[in-house]
């Protein structure tokens, strides 16, 4: 929906306030009216690493149309939005520069995300990576970082590997979607490089998606 983008970004815009390296725009959709949003923080190189979330969601099996998401993609996205938050609090400043991408109609195909690389990729933006964030709460099953090893750049996901080693106190598990899954197989399929790590591993996914 229109308003979930328009919560986002405002939320973004208030977070933002008084830092002038920092600009939060909204990308327009020719298909539907909803609209991505990206929050860029300037660097210091022409290199851009990006972290994504899905801004919707779906109910199919729901006559009412609600559709709360809260692990798809709720998850992601608040994930997404306290980081931001989080680094502007601290005076973050990035060496290269960072976006955080929220993106519109991933649900009806990886819509949003599409559009936003294609884009990317027709001005040769340089992004050094991409990180999706697409179901990342539900530990009912197991505790462990799924690095999905489908639709993904092998050297960027060693690299996560590495980070869940250094930083968490649970560990790493490979699985796979068998599809691409999620808006970074949009960024794979336009030559970029992208990792996604999931909730579990795929087979141990959150049983109440969509609901």
Known sequence: RVEGSQYIFDKLTRYAQ??????????????????????RIQGRTNETVIVGSHLDSTAPLMPSGSAPGADDDGSGSMTNLEIFRTLVEAGFSPQNTLEFHFYAAEELGLLGSGDVAADYASRGVAVRSMMQLDMVAYTGKERTVGIVTDFVDAETIQFVRQLVDEYLNISWTNTVCGYGCSDHASWTRNGYRSTFPFEAQFSNRSPYIHT
Do not use: L
Not at 18 to 39: C, E, L, M, N, W
């Open 18 to 39: 008084g830092r002038s390296d920092i600009t939060i725009s909204k990308f327009t959709h020719t298909r539907y009216p909803q609209f991505s949003v990206i929050a």
